[in-house]
RNA sequence: GCUGAUGUAGCUCAAUCGGUAGAGCAGCUGAUUUGUAAUCAGCAGGUUGCGGGUUCGAGUCCCAUCAUCAGCUCCA
């Protein structure tokens, strides 16, 4: 049989043989490191026997799906020994996931601490049983009598069509439905790790039981499972709910409550001054900034649709049955800009109108949602809405687009989010305004804008606004956990609702569209986001402490704060450290807490009107003219983007 | 909201079987005048998240509640 290899090379094998044998026929160590193959761009377990001219590729733990299938066999191993220890346990699903694997099961008690570690006991006899695994195929009616005693595989079988053929993978006294690939004996598992017992729902709706579902991970060395543990542990020391707080830009407080932070002078600081950045760039960009009220009535939001979609993430004053007046604190501002809008004739001439606030809203998130500055109940959005004629749209979307790059490269994100494109679900009539034309004509417009503009977005099917598609900007938190951090959408149907209109060239009135966006999300959130990217270490530009002072002996502390008055005059955010005593420490504390510079001086300094300079990052700088220091800082501050 | 875990001084942690809440760092006062991980001495810091209960006695056991964490669901 002829082979085309990963590497382009045509070769010729006596008779048919599995991709295992051919691994083995190319090298030794090959096949020792296989865990799957990619047969004709299709994912297939080792044992497959290609067809003659087949293009083959060897998939090993360097590889994505090579990675997957050792994962994959790892929960099945995982739900190997947790039926061997609680045999009374229904297996719900178990998949391989980006950092590892989980499985979910149906227990009669949830696992603890203890359970994890003897199973994880036993998951290492099967993994020393090297238990071949074999896929087995069955027809569908025979598979739903195999599984007569789990509701669950029962469910998942039901949902395929009839004429399935499904496969089942076992190893030893254990099989599993599953599609595979799987590797092919436990053994090939080695360095594993049970890392957490969670809930999750069934099928991922919480209106269905909640199943205990175990994490793990999984190595082929040893090391690259020490060394992913210690990153763990490491990740913890940059989470911002951690950081930030130690850094003091952020507390919580018990009466206060949920969801609440209090922002700290510091914290308070980086904000002001992302928010003054901010506003002034969308001045320069042509946004007019309105102020509008923190709270409405109900009718606007009934206009609105917020009422019929948004109203359990509301703050509502008032009861509804009872009052003849219901207030509601803002979850989103869009209603308020367009009141504005509407509170005069425009002519096409004017447009677009770009209407920007840097807006606080409420939205009331479920108790167990909250998380640090991430995900709260009150926060600040840099927001604005863009009301243009249908031309104009697409070169509003890249304008804002180019904004918001702007403003990524600034704070230094540029290369560290995805763009996804969020489009609506149709079958979820409840929570998107079922208008399937409207949908439909705007999520191409929307393609084609994305398209023009040559970005690498992914595709996400319900994860749109209710009024319309999003792109959204995601970043990863130190975990791995993806969030929004800043969004674009074009809205069709709230211009409708609000019967917004603008007066065209022929004197009719016409509809415009509006493009909601944040230019730089909400700064909680994205406050969060800098803490861990920069490990706490902000930018100069926008660090709450820029350059701390520090005195050797109380003599050079007089001389040091002539030069904080100068460097204050000069706009640059320092402190002066009194206590000349213990300088090592201090010296390292200010390392560890992220000062940019620190200007230390002592007598010497003094006689000669110089500073030592210590620059965060690179260390000593040398001694330099107290003048052309302040120079060196402000215009670092001016220049604000970070390369 | 759901499942599980956790709340002791500003921070990190200790307190045996239910038997007087304790240490380091940080803080304050004094001495020290110092050049890159730690000068010395002293002082202060607590209704053990809050509220009930069991007990002669509760940080420890039970109930409730608030908050925090991980995950699910939801979302900027």
Redesign the pocket.
Known sequence: MKILLADGQLREFEGSMSVAQIAAAISGKLAKKALAARIDGKIFGLDTVPLDGSRVEILTFEDEEGKKALWHTASHVMAQAVLRLFPETKLAIGPAIDTGFYYDFDAI??F??ADLEKIEEEMRRITQEDLPVERIEMPRDKALEFTADNPYKQELIEDLPKDTVLSFYKQGEFADLCAGPHVPSTGRIRHFKLL??????WR???KNK?L??I?GTAFEKREELAAYLEMLKQAKER?H??LG??LKYFT?S??V?????LLLPKGAKVMQTLIRFVEDEEEKRGYQCARTPLMAKSDLYKISGHWDHYKD?MFVLGDERKDSEVLALRPMECPFHFIIYNSDIHSYRELPIRYCETATLF?N????????L????Q?T?ADAHIVCTPDQVADEFKGVLGLIIHVMRCIGIENDIRYRFSKWDPRNTE?YIDDPQAWETTQVLMKRILDEIGLDYKEAD??A?FYGP?L?LQFKNV?????????IQIDFALPGRFDMSYVDKDGTKKRPYIIHR?SI??Y??TLAMLIEKYAGALPLWMAPEQVRLM??????LDYLKGWEQKLKAAGVRVTLDE???????K??EAR?ERVPYMA??????AEKGTL?I?KRGE??IG?MDGDAFIDLVSNEIMKKVIF
């Open positions: 008690r949830p603890d601490a957490s017992v969670a809930g999750a729902y991922g709706s919480e909640m205990t579902r994490y989470d709910n951690k707080r130690e919580t018990d009466v409550g949920q969801g609440l932070p993430g939205r998130e479920s108790s167990g949602e909250m998380h640090g991430i995900r709260v109940r926060f959005l929570k319900g994860e606004a999003k959204d975990y791995g956990k993806e969030d929004t951090l800043f969004t944040s999300g909400c909680e959130r005195a050797i002996t109380d003599r050079s206590r000349s005593e213990k300088i090592g420490y010296i390292r560890t230390i001086a002592g007598d010497s300094e030592a210590r260390g000593d001694q």
